[in-house]
């Protein structure tokens, strides 16, 4: 544990600034300690505003401006402790070198890179409170049918399908016919232990020759975090999608990623070779060809989310006279 200081009236550039400092000499895993005023002394000010803290003068800032910190600065923020006159000590532990299939992967369009072996097997989506809260706001915006049909693509190990089968309670729900597909054979075979279920029925296949397997049409298709993919198409998928597999009154739900894992955490932002920080400059682009297309197609359409983007569509409904 390298040494600690003390903030009280430093603006946030010059925290930022030193800690920064700091880190740049210190290895990956290594943490770094220093004090602030206890955020939970005040309930009514803004970050920024000065604050009396046991007589002395401080600049306030809530917690959540401390846990921001610690990402921008590569780090992970870990528990705080009570030091006295009202201060906290913090403590960023530096991440280690990326740790995360983007860069120690497999390539792209390789039927294992997000197999059940994989690191990113080991994630769960619905366990990041920005996907959860996202992600059920799309369904109420959806307004699904009671008995619907739903088609995941690039389902991996099922979490999706496995937030549908299970309604309020815990109760498995059997008035909804769940579809997935995946190209991965691992994440598949995990996918079926997990989801044994009549009402569940998935494929190993490739999405793009999703005619061979006769599904049918639904009354949702989701795609989460795979249209992206450089060894597909998204654009052309999707218009496909529109046309040939989803019912008159159906709705999508395609999810694009901005974020990125390191060292076991998932941080905001999408990112691109030769940028350290979010480069959002294709994200956009995809957002807004999905948006554009699907307006134009007569959906109502929400973009939506964080670390996971959510396009979100549902066929306008003409009022009757």
Known sequence: MVGFQRFTTHPLRHVFSILLAELQGMEPGSSLAFDVPDPDVASDKFAGEFVDVGGTECLYRPWKVWVELAEELGCTFCTPVSVKDGFVRLSYRKWRDE????????????QEKYGAHSRFGRTGKFE????LSAFQSSLNFLRLPPSARVLSLGVNQGDELAYFLQGEG??????????GVDHSKTAIETARLRLDHPSVQLHVADIRALASLNLGRFDLILSINTLHSPSLSGHTLLQSLVKEMLRPLGGLLIGLPNGRYRDHELTYGARTKN?????LSVLLKDVAFYRRYLQRQHFEVTVTGKTTVFITARKRRTSSR
């Open 170 to 179: 815990g109760a498995a729900r059997d008035d909804w016919q769940l579809v």
């Open 128 to 131: 990041e409170p920005s996907f």
């Open 275 to 279: 940028y350290s920080h979010p480069e």
């Open 99 to 110: 740790d995360s299939w983007h860069h120690d992967g497999k390539e792209s369009g390789d």
